[in-house]
């Protein structure tokens, strides 16, 4: 797991009190895909960012980047469907 790299491919929005980017992180972990987490609570920057990427429609943690695909939650299929067709993990 990566927490500065500026190029990942993978880019985590959280908050520290949250339950579901835990899970996730540690899903992502099990699997062995790097990740950047960007804490949008302690870090106006990573709030910024990402509320540029979602055209200021904030719906919530873990919104996640693959990529340049924005995935909203802890969406399982969705994030394996990013995943493989990103080469990041191997289709099963």
Do not use: H
């Not at 609570?41 to 200021?56: C, H, N, P, V």
């Amino acid at each position: 797991m990566s927490d500065s790299s500026a190029d990942a491919q993978v880019i985590i929005y959280s908050t520290p009190s949250c339950a579901f980017c835990r899970t996730e992180k540690q899903w992502l972990d099990s699997l062995g895909v790097a990740y950047t987490v960007r804490d949008i609570e302690e870090d106006d920057g990573a709030r910024d960012e990402l509320l540029g990427k979602l055209d200021g429609q904030f719906q919530g943690v873990p919104t996640t980047d693959i990529a340049g695909e924005m995935i909203i939650g802890f969406d399982r299929p969705k994030l394996t469907a990013a995943l493989e067709a990103n080469s990041l993990v191997s289709a099963k």
